[in-house]
T-cell receptor
Framework: KNEVEQSPQNLTAQEGEFITINCSYS?????LHWLQQHPGGGIVSLFM???GKKKHGRLIATINIQEKHSSLHITASHPRDSAVYIC????????????FGEGTQLTVNP | DTAVSQTPKYLVTQMGNDKSIKCEQN?????MYWYKQDSKKFLKIMFS???????INETVPNRFSPKSPDKAHLNLHINSLELGDSAVYFC???????????????FGSGTQLSVL
């Protein structure tokens, strides 16, 4: 069992829908990252957060430290949001290493 | 201007060969990483350097050797390549501020390594 788990593994949505991707982890963390991997393979860091909520454009990331859970929300989804979204946590048991979730493949249809 | 650049983008080679992947960042970061992404798209840390000093060395075969000539460069040398080394390798960098490795990561575009 991976220490960082994401759900769902695959998600298909219609353009305009509100999307939520979840990430849960098993031990305390010092930080959690949300990454986006484009179909071409490049990886972009979307957010790094250790508490609360961050917003950038149509993307919102939240984290609940007590519940060991983070969510990535996309409002008014668009086909260009189609990508793999990966959460990665710096677990307190793993020093400076990041532990990655397995990713969520998001497809937004027009 | 690419912030984190790695070369080559594609590398096709025969088993047993020795190859290198180069990475350079122009962000002024002091920490650089090598990650491996397997066929299932799962990312895993291989190495991390802070100010040219190795700080993370995961359990990877000693055929893999990172080399950091300066803070802006972290190269990955792979000796005696094996079929199982086929993967995408990503370089990344971040800033280690006040001893906390909790800064945003910047990734290179990846190197697709295919060992035949």
């Amino acid at each position: 069992k991976n220490e960082v788990e994401q759900s769902p593994q695959n998600l298909t949505a219609q353009e305009g829908e509100f999307i939520t991707i979840n990430c849960s982890y098993s031990v305390g963390i010092s930080a959690l990252h949300w990454l986006q991997q484009h179909p071409g393979g490049g990886i972009v860091s979307l957010f790094m957060l250790s508490s609360g909520k961050k917003k950038h454009g149509r993307l919102i990331a939240t984290i609940n430290i007590q519940e060991k859970h983070s969510s990535l929300h996309i409002t008014a989804s668009h086909p260009r949001d189609s990508a793999v979204y990966i959460c990665a946590a710096r677990l307190e048991t793993s020093g400076s290493r990041l532990t990655f979730g397995e990713g969520t493949q998001l497809t937004v249809n027009p | 201007d690419t912030a984190v650049s790695q070369t080559p983008k594609y590398l096709v080679t025969q088993m047993g060969n020795d190859k290198s992947i180069k990475c350079e960042q122009n962000l002024g970061h002091d920490t650089m990483y090598w990650y491996k992404q397997d066929s299932k798209k799962f990312l895993k840390i291989m190495f991390s350097y802070n100010n040219k000093e190795l700080i993370i060395n995961e359990t990877v075969p000693n055929r893999f050797s990172p080399k950091s000539p300066d803070k802006a460069h972290l190269n990955l040398h792979i000796n005696s390549l094996e079929l199982g080394d086929s993967a995408v390798y990503f370089c990344a960098s971040s800033h280690f501020s006040s001893g906390r490795l909790n800064e945003k990561l910047f990734f290179g575009s990846g190197t697709q390594l295919s060992v035949l």
